[in-house]
């Protein structure tokens, strides 16, 4: 019998490490499971605009419409498809290389996946965050202001999450996926959670 692949979306900031461990847990299960993922962009520095935060954290929030805006221009000239490259490579700067210069990252990034470098100017105007807050807009209204990226998006279910270290591999990372599914698919169903007790592991 044949079944049809399950569309999915998951929702990135490449600034964040937590996504990015999701990221590549979901690619492992794209190999295990019927599913096709197309891949969309949040922004923390949008979710966080007008929060009384520390300064480090402000500094950072400041800094992180950068690399957004930089895939949202990208996509827009050149179609949704450079969309994963870019925040692959991206994100392997970002999170295996700690690349602290967001600019340099993104220079760096264009050129890996062959776009123009002209599109690096995107990350300090704002000509582009109409179509970054809709896209932003369009993922965090299906599960609330009250949670950060990543989210993921399944046959009209959707959750943020899952927030794992290290990114499961084979059979474990095609059970996560399972339960993921299951539970948020369980009407009335809003919640599992412990504290974290390690960073992520991201190697």
């Not at 044949?2 to 847990?25: G, L, Q």
């Not at 994963?84 to 994100?91: E, F, Q, R, S, T």
């Not at 270290?165 to 996560?176: F, I, N, Q, V």
Request: proline share 6%.
């Amino acid at each position: 019998m044949v079944t049809e692949r399950k569309h999915v979306e998951m929702w990135f900031d490449p600034i964040c490490p937590w996504a990015w461990m999701t990221s590549r847990w979901l690619m492992e299960v794209e190999t295990l499971r019927d599913i096709e993922v197309t891949w969309s962009v949040m922004s923390l520095a949008v979710l966080n605009e007008h929060r009384d935060l520390d300064a480090a954290y402000r500094s950072l929030m400041d800094n992180a419409w950068g690399p957004v805006r930089t895939i949202i221009a990208a996509a827009e000239e050149r179609g949704p498809e450079v969309v994963k490259p870019l925040y692959d490579a991206m994100g392997t700067r970002i999170h295996l290389g700690k690349v602290k210069d967001f600019d340099r990252v993104i220079r760096e990034s264009l050129a890996e996946v062959g776009l123009p470098e002209r599109l690096a100017t995107a990350a300090h105007h704002k000509t582009h965050d109409a179509a970054l807050r809709r896209s932003h807009k369009r993922g965090i209204s299906l599960v609330g202001t009250d949670v950060g990226t990543p989210i993921i998006s399944v046959e009209g279910i959707a959750f943020f999450g899952p927030v794992v270290t290290p990114a499961p591999k084979g059979e474990d990372a095609a059970r996560l996926w399972d339960g993921c599914v299951l539970v948020a698919g369980t009407p009335g169903f809003y919640e599992l959670k412990r504290t974290r007790t390690q960073g992520p592991i991201l190697t």
